[in-house]
């Protein structure tokens, strides 16, 4: 069984609604839930902003609820809903429990005692009003200290016994328990998965990020059986569908795709869970601008050091004639923000193989892959291994006089600006950088040979040009909204164009022929 404890305000987040909706439509009849109603909040009695019929609200998504109207001391009342809670297989349970926040305290059923401390002698008031000696600190009754020890035999049992169960299934299952203590127990990855990362050529033509994504997260998928995920109502523009499994629903609960519906907080605090819980690498995947909808599940993926991929599509302007509300612009700075948060925009489809590869490793961090709608060339200098390194020269010229950098989408424009401007006799290197934070990692002497002393870099992304002056001299970017339009328009009505690239190009060249270059990646490792 699963509990949950729980207040007012919890039910007041909008994920609450979200999360507990998807619990009735899965009939998750192990999901227990004790309310502690008690009509207290930070600002002051519930009857400021929240008056609905909870328990209502929790029968409509498909819930039983029941009540204890005395949590204060009825405990074979609360002992005896749990019990009934269990006895529900079909249902999540909410137990609605009255009580009155700060019993026993003269402060009590009021909001002085929800943040605050009770004070010395308010202290000793509350360990009178329970029959404690109101003069001692930090004690542990000997009737308490028995009671929680013979929880400690009680656990040794139960281990014994699970040991005793799992070792006739390992006779029995021998197979599935291997996997079982790999995944679970281990934590590891199978042996031989990186041999299931499909890699391309120029010659598989041009391929949306997001389609060579699928083909990615299938092949990992089938070489990975603990990787389960789903989409908030866009598989069909994600492309995130397991091939090899079904849905999860109540029904078919092996399926290893889930439909999270259009509810992108739950859809992330539940990959959350999985990771927590262990043996699972969850993903989930909307659009790249709808994560703002989902950042506090997203902040704690990295906080907590859980393994969970977000599979985010039609990730800047180039998504075309959806127009401004949306087309990110500065999604992608804020998800760079986060710390042990990793975030990929791969140039082309070996760099999305890359992507998941750089990703499957790193076992204590979260990533996100940001993924193009519009076609991008298989380029011919592009490396699956290489994006382990967050940067890397996609082409290389001899003696550059100028560095093109970019990610995703725009790389491929940046490489047909380098062939012109190489063409009219200023060699320039292309340098992709799938992931900011890989080539922050990286030794200074690498990043030195990336971006060579005295050549002028200019950086372009369809998105904040923010963040991009630790890397680049000049930033080609987005400083507004986009347009409605198609992705070609788009990307001409705002410079992007591998023409104007060329002739910004040829402008910084000038600029900096009679001045010294900072080199960039000359900084102090203090």
């Avoid at 987040?13 to 227990?32: D, M, N, P, R, T």
């Avoid at 749990?82 to 026993?104: H, W």
């Avoid at 091939?243 to 959350?272: F, L, W």
């Avoid at 991929?309 to 804020?334: A, C, K, N, R």
């Amino acid at each position: 069984y699963t509990y949950v404890i729980c207040g007012d305000g919890c039910l007041q987040e909008g994920v609450s609604s979200e999360a507990s909706s998807l619990a009735g439509h899965w009939k998750l009849g192990k999901l227990i839930v004790l309310y502690d109603d008690n009509n207290i909040t930070i600002d002051g009695p519930t009857t400021l902003s929240f008056t609905e019929d909870v328990a209502k609200r929790y029968e409509a998504y498909g819930w039983q609820v029941l009540h204890v109207e005395n949590g204060n001391t009825d405990f074979s009342g609360i002992e005896k809903a749990v019990n009934e809670a269990r006895a529900c297989t079909d249902k999540p349970t909410l137990i609605k429990i009255t009580t009155i926040i700060g019993y026993g305290s003269t402060k009590q059923n009021t909001h002085d005692v929800h943040g605050a401390p009770l004070g010395a002698e308010d202290l000793k008031h509350t360990k009178k009003f329970f029959g404690f000696d109101p003069e001692e600190s930090f004690v542990v009754p000997d009737d308490v200290k028995e009671a929680m020890l013979t929880c400690v035999e009680k656990g040794a049992e139960a281990e014994e016994q699970w040991n005793k169960v799992f070792a006739a299934y390992k006779e029995t299952n021998p197979d599935k328990a291997a996997q079982f203590e790999r995944a679970v127990i281990r934590g590891d990855l199978p042996d031989g998965w990186e041999n299931s990362l499909p890699s391309f050529t120029p010659e598989n033509g041009s391929i949306a990020s997001r389609n060579s994504s699928a083909t990615v997260l299938n092949a990992i998928a089938n070489a990975i059986p603990e990787i389960v995920g789903g989409s908030a109502d866009l598989t069909p523009s994600n492309k995130t569908q397991i091939k090899a499994s079904h849905d999860y629903q109540a029904e078919t609960p092996e399926g290893r795709y889930v439909r999270y519906g259009i509810r992108e907080h739950a859809m992330s605090s539940i990959c959350n869970g999985m990771a927590a819980y262990g043996g699972i690498i969850p993903y989930c995947a909307t659009f790249l601008n709808f994560a703002g909808y989902a950042l506090g599940a997203i902040r704690l993926s990295a906080l907590s050091k859980f393994q969970v991929f977000y599979v985010m599509t039609h990730d800047s302007i180039g998504l075309g004639e959806d127009g401004p509300t949306h087309q990110p612009v500065g999604m992608l700075l804020s998800c760079r923000s986060i710390p042990n948060f990793y975030v990929f925009r791969p140039a082309d489809a070996n760099e999305v193989s890359g992507s998941y590869k750089s990703a499957l490793k790193m076992r204590n961090s979260s990533s996100l892959f940001a993924l193009s709608r519009q076609d991008l060339p298989c380029l011919a200098g592009s490396s699956v291994d290489a994006v382990e390194k967050g940067a890397y020269q996609v082409v290389t010229a001899d003696d550059p006089q100028l560095v093109f950098c970019g990610t995703g989408s725009e790389v491929s424009i940046l490489v047909e600006a380098a062939e012109m401007l190489t063409g009219e006799g200023i060699p320039t290197t292309v340098v992709s950088m799938p992931c900011w934070k890989l080539f922050d990692k990286q030794s200074a002497e690498y990043k030195k040979s990336v971006f060579p002393k005295g050549v002028p870099v200019m950086s372009l992304e369809a998105a904040s040009k923010e963040g991009w002056a630790k890397y680049s001299h000049y930033q080609m970017g987005m400083d507004r909204f986009g347009k409605s339009a198609p992705y070609l328009k788009v990307y001409e009505y705002f410079g992007f164009t591998a023409e104007n690239m060329a002739k910004k190009g040829k402008g910084l060249v000038k600029f900096y022929a009679e001045k010294e270059v900072p080199w960039l990646m000359d900084m102090p490792e203090l």
